[in-house]
């Protein structure tokens, strides 16, 4: 363990290594609720060259290796679980090497922190809109290997919909690749920049982007409507969307979500969900015509006590109870396991109906919410730590809504990604000629399995190259 520990140190440099047991175990964690195993040691790499360096050794040397960035996964992604592990974490390459107004583009190192891109972009007129929320900490790199999707998914797609249009690339086997182009349309040869968007920190170590750039819209309103019944808040937002009236975001919040927030920030709810749908745009008559037909809408669908945004301050008062969402269900219940279900869009209201059947199968709260109107939502399994019994019936619980979530032609992660967490739904999921086929090409680009073992692949897989 010395002699890698003393390889680390002359090739990061002995300032950007942490080897103390008490920080370490930092790292043993993510956002999730599961810890991982304390690694030998954590670097912070300045270039894509000591990467480089250290994989051809870590290669050689079967050193397990795990890439963070922010660390906010919610799929245990960015958590060793080997022992004696190397992390690498992305969080001091986090320049912006350069903004090209005019193509709609910037460049940046991968370990830049999303919010910190777009305060930087503010002075363009311009926003990169993939915009989880977890944005203040996580990472350009990590929303790419995660897929990431945001609330305004619905307009703007995630990571995969065009964001990135090329990737500075660090392979185990120690080349350095630039994948895609810096145009907006590509047709030579296969889609490598694709191929690393979601790749889960697999395949190889993502050093630098190429994104692309919008207009920031000078409007937005959002409207806050309430139904008496969850399946008519689903129902609801199937209809929306095939108006064409452009929302850039739909979010839905049940009953149970609503009385969290309620006793976190007293917010006085009427009926069993909510729907917060934001409009946005640069053209006030058209945002205001949309608004109408969406207000129209919402009255001759049963909605209740319906209002909008007419100032910035109503804006983000309204807004506040999606973003108290997560932060008030610890009035409930200590923990929660998050879950990332998403199905074709009309089959969204038989999705809200299988977290509520699941619960009372259970007898567990399932407070849900999410991004109804990508077909995305997030049930949160509250639980208490204390109680084994209880937390028994949520994997259960947890298990059910992917399966039932698969049975519906939908997938088991929107935007969360397979990390540990999702491995076993995921295989039902894949199916066993697909896992192959993805085996085959991890293997391709990571010959001898270090990175982020234990993740995307079920055990029988890993154990070509580990016991996980
Ligand atoms: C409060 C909260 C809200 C969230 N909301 C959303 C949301 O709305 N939408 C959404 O999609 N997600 C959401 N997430 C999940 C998560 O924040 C995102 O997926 C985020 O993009 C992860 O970025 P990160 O930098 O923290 O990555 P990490 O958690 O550090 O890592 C995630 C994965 O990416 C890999 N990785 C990281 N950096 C690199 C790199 N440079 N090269 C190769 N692999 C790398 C890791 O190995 C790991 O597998 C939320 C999380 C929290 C805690």
Redesign the pocket.
Known sequence: MDNIIKFLSDVFGSSNILTEKEILEYYAY??QPIKGEIPLAVVFPQNADQIREYLIYASKHKIPT?????????SG??IPLIENAVVIS?YRMNRIIDVVPQDLQARVE?GIAIDELNINLNKFDLIFPID???SA???I???I??N????KAVKYGCMRDGWVLSLEVVLPRGSIIETGTRTFKAAAGYNLTGLFIGS??TL???TKATLKLVAKPKRAVVIRAYFSHEREAAEFVVKLLKTGLDPTAIEFLDRDTLEAVKRYSGLEYKGNAMLLIELTGNVKEDIEKRLDMILDMLRNEGAIDITWSKTEEEYQKIWMARKAA?PSLSNIKPKYLVLDPTVPISKLPELVDICKRVAAKYDLIIATFGHAGDGNLHPNILYDPLNKDEFEKVLKAAKEISIETIKLGGTVSG???I?LEKVDVFKVEAGKEKLDLMWEMKKLFDPNGIL?PG?LFPREYWEDFWRV
Do not use: C, Q, W
Not at 66 to 74: I, N
């Open positions: 993510d956002a795990y890439v963070r960035g922010g660390g906010t996964s919610l992604g960015a992305m991968a989880p929320g977890s900490a996580a990472t790199g990590g929303a290997a995660g990431a999707g945001g609330i889960e920190g190889g170590v993502i997560a935007e969360h990604g990390g982020n993740k």
